[in-house]
């Protein structure tokens, strides 16, 4: 009976450790502005990974997608009066935690991609870019160079790649067409990025 309890227990912690690093702090904890980016840029690379080890397949990372983009636009909304309030931060950090659970189970369960597909290629790339973007959002927020709502402003560009990302993949593939429609987009956000952090504007210290 105790080696049994063991062995429950060594599982039950295996199965949480993928995505506890990205599970927000109790209720009790504050979450600023830097924290809910951080997460951003710890489930895009979940997802990235997924796709690249197999776990996720191309129609799974768009759904995932699908969540990062409702994230994206529910910091944009909390932001653009400058502050995050403390029911905004708790909406937030739900539908962050529910994105994790769902990378989550989408990892664990029965379906398999093939990394090594034009598909996934195409899609690993775009949600590697995503991961690139949120991460120089949160060196802007770190450094000074992004006020909130100039962050405000950069995660509405975000929205709108992650949500282009789920129409391209939600069929299970994505082409090369549509690739490029979502470049397209990436490359308009990351000028928006870069103008943002470069207008002159900084964070209140």
Do not use: C, W, Y
């Amino acid at each position: 009976m105790k080696r049994n309890l063991v062995i429950s227990a060594f599982l039950l912690g295996a199965s949480l450790g993928s995505f506890a690093q990205d599970v927000a702090p109790t209720a009790a904890a504050s979450t600023s502005t830097p924290e809910t980016v951080q997460r951003d840029v710890n489930q895009d690379r979940r997802i990235e990974t997924g796709l690249k080890n197999g776990s996720l397949t191309t129609g799974e990372a768009a759904r995932l997608e699908r969540d990062q983009s409702r994230i994206d636009r529910l910091q944009a909304k909390a932001l653009n009066d400058g502050h995050l309030s403390p029911a905004e931060r708790q909406q937030l950090t739900a539908a962050q935690n529910r994105a994790s659970h769902h990378i989550n189970a989408a990892e664990g369960n029965a379906a398999h991609g093939n990394p090594a597909s034009a598909s996934s290629q195409r899609m690993q790339a775009d949600v590697q870019r995503n991961l690139n973007q949120d991460k120089r959002i949160e060196a802007g927020i770190q450094n000074g160079s992004l006020t909130n709502r100039e962050v405000a402003a950069t995660e509405r560009g975000q929205a709108s790649v992650a949500h282009q990302e789920f129409e391209a993949g939600r069929d299970g593939h994505v082409g090369a067409a549509e690739q490029q429609r979502i470049q397209h987009r990436e490359n308009n956000q990351s000028r928006q990025i870069h103008q943002q952090k470069h207008d002159g504007q900084e964070r209140p210290s």
